[in-house]
């Protein structure tokens, strides 16, 4: 399974569209990885919609990530969690974790990068790779040399997110990234499949380059 094409859905770029009906919609163009992304909900709320996302990534055999919350991410059996700065440690939530479950890690710089390795982790996001909209307190980017650093340094696989497009995709998969996370680039298009799947397809043409 790869990190191709990650999608993050966001409801409040989603225009009016579900976490449920994005994932379902981003799917079926093709995306590898959903992660489901929601500061504003009740743990109650944040599981059930984890158990429908968790539904439709079975049936398309796309990876379930849910962000932030390593109990709702177990409790809806989820494939993993995605863990920031803020949140647990990924040495805690490897503790707690089953085999096999998966961690993810933001890392802003190649020293954040190789202790998220160190710690456990199972892939790095380099986050924010370039400067977004999307997440208010996301800083700067880090830019293509810092992703191609990271890459260097470390041998997991490595997502790049923040400010991620159909117009520099390649670029960021030639400077070596794994893949690409995204999230107004898929959920907020007009046509989420065909968005994710014109993304997918530059991938897989910039790495056939590489
Ligand atoms: N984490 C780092 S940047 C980001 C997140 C969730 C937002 C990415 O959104 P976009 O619209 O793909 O720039
Ligand atoms: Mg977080």
Excluded: W
């Amino acid at each position: 399974m790869g990190y191709d094409l990650y999608v993050v859905t966001d409801e409040a770029i989603g225009r009016g569209r579900s976490h449920v009906e994005l994932a379902r919609l981003a799917v079926a163009g093709g995306a590898d990885v959903i992660q489901l992304r929601d500061k504003t909900l009740s743990g109650r709320a944040l599981l059930d919609t984890a158990l429908a996302i968790r539904e439709v990534t079975r049936d398309a055999g796309a990876l379930f990530i849910v962000n932030d919350r390593l109990d709702v991410a177990l409790a809806a059996g989820a494939d993993g969690v995605h863990l920031g700065a803020s949140d647990l440690p990924v040495e805690e939530a490897r503790r707690i974790a089953p085999p096999g479950f998966v961690i993810g890690a933001s890392a802003g710089s190649v020293d954040a990068a190789v202790r998220a390795a160190a710690t456990g982790a199972d892939y790095v996001a380099l986050s924010p790779t370039f400067a977004t909209g999307s997440k208010d307190d996301a800083g700067p980017g880090c830019g293509l040399a810092t992703l191609s650093a990271v890459r260097a340094a470390v041998s997991l696989p490595l997502v790049a997110i923040g400010g991620i497009t159909a117009a520099n995709v390649a670029d960021v998969i030639a400077a070596g990234a794994d893949g690409v996370a995204v999230i107004s680039a898929v959920v907020g298009e007009d046509n989420v499949t065909a968005a994710a799947r014109n993304l997918r397809d530059r991938i897989a043409a910039a790495k056939a380059e590489g």
